[in-house]
């Protein structure tokens, strides 16, 4: 499961092209061996269905208007790598004033965010050296905050031209994943963490666990 079961605050992390979808579930009023199974639930909407357990908790949401086609088209007239990508993640840690959950600084170990993009699965294989994407191995994978930013300072060195013949990146993305990196690092800079777990799966996949899980067909489901 990518949820783990010492986690009680949980952040989900969305980096679309247009905007950055952001979820804050809290799952401290859940047992341990019961949470990753709680957020199965959540499939059915804000109200759960029965169960003997604490539900887990959607305590906050917000789609932010900046995604990694559109952050990037804002600074595409500054020409420095280094200051583009610096202006990327100052302008989008602002508009996280207006996603403030809890007022408190969270601990970092019972802490956890759930990242599902293409610069999350890309820093994901950067950081396991991996020659060529798989899959296999980048999904369910967790990183520290320190290990992304170790990858994305790797980004920065090489520039656009080193980005463009890295095959973990390709010519096409060399500078949508600086501006998903801006994205990613400015909420690591709001809320560190030593639990990011990467999500390769899609909406549709999730929607059919969830189902064959209400319907008892898969054994370890929730219900």
Not at 130 to 148: A, H, P
Not at 153 to 176: H, K, T, V
């Amino acid at each position: 499961p990518l949820v783990s079961t010492n986690t009680e605050q949980l952040l989900v992390v969305d980096i679309g092209g247009g905007s950055t979808e952001l979820v804050w579930i809290d799952l401290s009023a859940v047992p341990k061996w019961e949470r990753p199974r709680s957020i199965m639930r959540l499939h059915a909407g804000f109200h759960t269905p029965d169960s003997p357990f604490p539900a887990a908790k959607v305590v906050d949401w917000i789609s932010i208007p900046l995604g990694v086609a559109t952050l990037r088209d804002n600074f595409s007239d500054v020409e420095d790598d280094a200051a583009r990508y610096a202006l990327m993640s100052c302008h989008f840690e602002e508009r996280l004033a207006d996603f403030a959950p809890y007022a408190d600084q969270q601990t970092r170990e019972g802490f956890q965010i759930i990242g599902t993009s293409g610069t999350v699965t890309t820093v994901a294989a950067s950081h396991l050296g991996l020659k060529r994407y798989d899959r296999t191995k980048v999904d369910g994978l967790r990183m520290t905050s320190d290990q992304i930013d170790h990858v994305i300072d790797g980004y920065l060195q090489l520039g656009p031209d080193g980005r463009r013949s890295d095959p973990r990146i390709g010519s096409d993305r060399q500078a949508l994943i600086m501006s998903g990196a801006a994205i990613l690092q400015a909420l690591l800079r709001s809320w560190p963490t030593d639990r990011l777990s990467v999500a390769d799966r899609g909406l549709r996949e999730g929607l059919l666990y969830a189902q064959m899980c209400a319907n008892g067909v898969l054994e370890d489901g929730p219900y």
